[in-house]
C-alpha cells in the first residue's frame, strides 16, 4: 500500500512511463505533470524497462541487512518468558533487560503479543480457521446441565439447606451441531449422552442442516467412547457419507465453534433469567435457538445471523 501522501500509485506510475515510452514524452515534463520530481520518474521508467509492469508494483521498505537487530538468542528468550509467565511487555521488559518497545515488536512479529490467542497452559498459539462452505465440517459436543426443581433451584432459593424434594433431580444433555462457516446451530435436550443418544441425534441434525440446503462433509468430535465406539454414531456417519474428524486430547480449542456456542447459550439462555421449572427453561430454549439462527447477530459472520450466511 503507497503512504498516504505518495504522489504516484502503481497506475500513476503505469501512466507516467507510457507518456515516456509509448508517446514520447520528454521525462523532465512528464515528471511535472505528475508532480514529482525528475529523479522518481526516471526511477520508474528505469524499473520498468528492468522488470516490466511488475517493476511498478510497491516493495517492501525492509532492509536487506540489520546490524543492530536482537539477537536470535535474545529474541527466543522473550519469547520463551511470554510463553512460560503470560507476562505483558511492559513486565517482560523490566524482568529482561529490554525496551518496552523492544519486546512489544518481538512479540508482534511472533504473534505472542494477544493473550486470548494462546492456550494459557502450553503457551501455544491458537490458530483461528473457518471452513469454505457451509456443511464441510460440523462441530458436535454435549453440555451437562442441571434440572431445575419445581419452584427453583439454588439461584432462587440461595446455597442453605435444601429441602429433600429438591435434591438429586439429574442433569439435562445438551447435545449441539454448529456449522463451521455460517454457525447455523442445532440442538437438542436429552436425559443422557450414550451410544444411541448421539447417534439418532447426528441422523436429526443432518435432516435439519439439509432443510437449509446444507450437506455435512466431516463431523468433528471429541474422544468421547459414544462418539469413537458408538456402532449408531459411526453408522449414521456412513449413510451421510461424512468423515469423522476426532480433536486432538486435551486440545477443546480446535472444538471451538460449539465449545463457543455454548458459553454463549449459557450466557444467552440457561443464566440469563430465574425459571421456576425446568420445563420454562426448555420452552425459553426453543425460543433461542430460533432467535440465534435466524436473528440474532454474529461478529464472526460481520454482524448477520447464520440464516443469513448459507
Known amino acids: 500500500m503507497?503512504?498516504?501522501?505518495?504522489?504516484?500509485?502503481?497506475?500513476?506510475?503505469?501512466?507516467?512511463?507510457?507518456?515516456?515510452l509509448m508517446q514520447g514524452w520528454p521525462v523532465?515534463?512528464?515528471?511535472?505533470?505528475?508532480?514529482?520530481?525528475?529523479a522518481t520518474a526516471h526511477k520508474w521508467v528505469r524499473r520498468y524497462?528492468?522488470?516490466g509492469p511488475a517493476g511498478l508494483l510497491d516493495r517492501s521498505s525492509r532492509p536487506l541487512r540489520s546490524p543492530h537487530a536482537l539477537p536470535a538468542r535474545q529474541v527466543e528468550r522473550i519469547l520463551a518468558s511470554r510463553r512460560r509467565t503470560k507476562y505483558g511487555p511492559h513486565r517482560l521488559a523490566w524482568s529482561l533487560g529490554h525496551p518496552r518497545s523492544t519486546v512489544y515488536g518481538v512479540l508482534r512479529r511472533h504473534n505472542l503479543h494477544r493473550l486470548d490467542w494462546m492456550d494459557r497452559p502450553t503457551g501455544r498459539v491458537v490458530r483461528r480457521y473457518e471452513r469454505d462452505?457451509?456443511?464441510?465440517?460440523?462441530?458436535?459436543?454435549?453440555?451437562?446441565?442441571?434440572?431445575?426443581?419445581?419452584?427453583?433451584?439454588?439461584?432462587?432459593?440461595?446455597?442453605?439447606?435444601?429441602?429433600?424434594?429438591?435434591?438429586?433431580?439429574?442433569?439435562?444433555?445438551i447435545h449441539a451441531a454448529v456449522d463451521d462457516h455460517s454457525r447455523l446451530a442445532y440442538v437438542e435436550v436429552h436425559p443422557d449422552e450414550r451410544a444411541p443418544t448421539t447417534g439418532a441425534f447426528l441422523a436429526r441434525a443432518a435432516a435439519f442442516f439439509a432443510s437449509n440446503g446444507v450437506a455435512i462433509s466431516e463431523v468433528m468430535t471429541d474422544n468421547?467412547?459414544?462418539?469413537?465406539?458408538?456402532?449408531?454414531?459411526?453408522?449414521?456417519?456412513?449413510?451421510?457419507?461424512?468423515?469423522?474428524?476426532?480433536?486432538?486430547f486435551r486440545r477443546p480449542q480446535v472444538n471451538g465453534k460449539v465449545e463457543r456456542f455454548n458459553r454463549t447459550l449459557l450466557e444467552e439462555w440457561a443464566y440469563v433469567r430465574l425459571y421456576r421449572t425446568n420445563a420454562a427453561r426448555l420452552t425459553a430454549l426453543r425460543r433461542w435457538i430460533g432467535f440465534y439462527n435466524s436473528e440474532r447477530p454474529h461478529t464472526a459472520l460481520g454482524g448477520r445471523p447464520p440464516m443469513a450466511a448459507l
Open 49 to 51: 524497462r528492468d522488470e
Open 133 to 173: 462452505r457451509p456443511g464441510e465440517l460440523v462441530h458436535i459436543d454435549v453440555k451437562k446441565l442441571g434440572r431445575i426443581p419445581d419452584g427453583g433451584g439454588w439461584r432462587i432459593h440461595g446455597r442453605g439447606p435444601q429441602p429433600r424434594a429438591l435434591r438429586g433431580r439429574g442433569y439435562d444433555y
Open 2 to 20: 503507497p503512504h498516504a501522501r505518495a504522489k504516484l500509485t502503481p497506475l500513476g506510475r503505469a501512466a507516467l512511463v507510457e507518456r515516456v
Open 28 to 38: 523532465a515534463r512528464a515528471a511535472e505533470a505528475m508532480n514529482v520530481s525528475r
Open 224 to 248: 468421547h467412547l459414544s462418539y469413537t465406539r458408538s456402532s449408531s454414531f459411526q453408522a449414521t456417519l456412513r449413510s451421510l457419507q461424512a468423515c469423522h474428524v476426532l480433536t486432538p
